[in-house]
C-alpha cells in the first residue's frame, strides 16, 4: 500500500493496495473518530477567562504551557481542570501535528462553555491536520 497523488480526484487521500485504487476522506475519517465532522468552525474573538486565570503571564499560549500547566494539576476547580483536560487532549493528540506553535485563545474561550465546546466540528480541523 502506497499514497498516491490523485489531487484532481477530490478532497481525499488515495492509496495504491495492488492495483486497486482505495479513497481515505472525510467521510472515513468521520466514521472512524466518531467526532463531529459538520458546521462551521469560526469562532468569533472573545476574552477567555482561562487565559486570564491560569496563562495570564503568557504573551499566547503553546501546547508546551498547556502541557505544564496539566502536569501542574494547580487549578482552582474541578470545572477548570476539565476544561483545560480537553483542550489538552485535543491539542495534543488529534491536532498534535498542527503547524500552529500557539493555541488560538479562541479555543479557550470556547472551552468555557462545555456545550459549545462538545458542539464544535473537531474533526474538519482533525481532518485538516491529518492531510498536512
Given at each position: 500500500m502506497r499514497l498516491t497523488d490523485h489531487s484532481g480526484m477530490g478532497d481525499a487521500l488515495w492509496f495504491e493496495v495492488g492495483e486497486d485504487l482505495g479513497r481515505f476522506s472525510i467521510n472515513e475519517?468521520?466514521?472512524?473518530?466518531?467526532?463531529?465532522?459538520?458546521?462551521?468552525?469560526?469562532?468569533?474573538?472573545?476574552?477567555?477567562?482561562?487565559?486570564?486565570?491560569?496563562?495570564?503571564?503568557?504573551?499566547?499560549?503553546?501546547?508546551?504551557?498547556?502541557?505544564?500547566?496539566?502536569?501542574?494539576?494547580?487549578?482552582?476547580?474541578?470545572?477548570?481542570?476539565?476544561?483545560?483536560?480537553?483542550?489538552?487532549m485535543i491539542f495534543c493528540i488529534p491536532l498534535s501535528n498542527t503547524n500552529s506553535v500557539k493555541i488560538d485563545p479562541k479555543f479557550f474561550a470556547l472551552a468555557d462553555n462545555l456545550d459549545d465546546f462538545n458542539d464544535f466540528p473537531w474533526d474538519m480541523l482533525s481532518w485538516e491536520a491529518t492531510r498536512l
Amino acid at each position: 500500500m502506497r499514497l498516491t497523488d490523485h489531487s484532481g480526484m477530490g478532497d481525499a487521500l488515495w492509496f495504491e493496495v495492488g492495483e486497486d485504487l482505495g479513497r481515505f476522506s472525510i467521510n472515513e475519517f468521520c466514521l472512524i473518530t466518531g467526532m463531529k465532522c459538520v458546521g462551521s468552525t469560526h469562532l468569533f474573538a472573545v476574552e477567555s477567562r482561562l487565559i486570564r486565570r491560569y496563562f495570564s503571564t503568557l504573551r499566547g499560549v503553546s501546547k508546551e504551557n498547556l502541557e505544564l500547566q496539566m502536569s501542574n494539576a494547580n487549578f482552582d476547580n474541578d470545572d477548570d481542570a476539565v476544561k483545560l483536560s480537553l483542550l489538552y487532549m485535543i491539542f495534543c493528540i488529534p491536532l498534535s501535528n498542527t503547524n500552529s506553535v500557539k493555541i488560538d485563545p479562541k479555543f479557550f474561550a470556547l472551552a468555557d462553555n462545555l456545550d459549545d465546546f462538545n458542539d464544535f466540528p473537531w474533526d474538519m480541523l482533525s481532518w485538516e491536520a491529518t492531510r498536512l
